[in-house]
């Protein structure tokens, strides 16, 4: 008899010591998709349970946190979650841990300005510690970075690198005229006037132009890109670009009226 009692009670101390064990294994659920939190915007979790349920959390000190509880039917508490200063990009992990004696359930409801997302609902039976992962990341507001950008105009500054890149073309340019011309007059001799040579170099001053102003237009994008990404600041200084279009547009009509006279009839000719 002793002996049954002893075997009986062995059986019911192992039991509740496996559920003291599996209780003290918490459930982890960790949510895969990272939770963004713009200004104004916060995730609420609903506790509701027969219950108490008592919560331990572990947060970044970028995220704030509020705990409402209440009893109606049950347990009732809201745990609202919230990013401190959204105007920078940032990436927060929080654990929050639920346990009761009883089941409970926990629903995440994101809430902004356009109304009210549904994340997910979960199930959690009696004491049994549940283990929430939020993944928390702030997205920043374009519009507002944008207004916030300092930016500083200038129309007719030129700077030296302008007269640098039309300085070079020019004189490649020049210089294959010049060598082109010889070989011109060579080539025609007694038929070549004034107005050829003029016509041979304006066609090739319109390359050197064309290429130059291809050149401004290039490196004044990349100097606009490169001071918005590295000083968070819009630097124009439209003044080679403005002076760089008008003499080439001055120059192509002038080529177009030239090209329109026919005086690259002459020139354009096989011998």
């Known amino acids: 008899m002793i002996s049954r009692f002893m075997f009986t009670s062995s059986l019911i101390l192992i039991f509740m ?57 049950g347990f ?17 992990m ?21 109304g009210e997302v549904r994340l997910n609902t979960y199930h959690c039976p009696g004491n049994i510690t549940f283990k929430l992962v939020i993944p928390l990341t702030s997205e920043i ?9 300092p930016v500083s105009l200038s129309l007719w500054s030129v700077e030296p690198w302008g007269i640098v890149v039309y300085a070079v073309f020019i004189l490649l340019f020049g210089l294959t005229a010049y060598l082109d011309l010889k070989d011109m007059k060579v080539r ?27 050149a401004v237009v290039l490196i004044t994008v990349g100097v606009l890109a490169y001071s918005l990404a590295a000083t968070l600041s819009i630097d124009l200084k439209l ?24 005086w690259y009839e002459f020139i354009d000719e096989r011998d």
């Open 17 to 73: 010591s496996l559920t003291m064990v599996c209780a003290q294994e918490p459930m982890i659920t960790a949510i895969s998709d990272d939770v963004v939190l713009r200004s104004g915007e916060l995730l609420m979790i609903k506790v509701q349970g027969t219950y108490v349920v008592t919560l331990n959390y572990l947060i970044p000190p970028d995220v704030s946190i509020k705990v409402e509880e209440a009893f109606r039917e």
């Open 76 to 92: 009732r508490s809201i745990v609202t979650l919230t990013i401190i200063n959204p105007t920078t990009y940032k990436r927060s």
């Open 94 to 114: 929080c654990e929050l841990l639920f346990s009761s004696i009883g089941s409970f359930n926990l629903t995440l409801t994101k809430y902004s300005q356009e």
């Open 141 to 149: 507001d374009s519009q507002s970075i944008i207004s916030k950008i």
């Open 188 to 214: 025609k001799t007694g038929r070549w006037s004034i107005n050829d040579s003029i016509a041979l170099v304006l066609r090739y001053m319109f390359y050197a132009f064309a290429l130059s102003c291809a």
């Open 239 to 262: 003044g080679n670009l403005i002076i760089s279009l008008i003499m080439f547009i001055g120059l192509a009509i002038l080529y177009g009226v030239v090209h329109w006279r026919g």
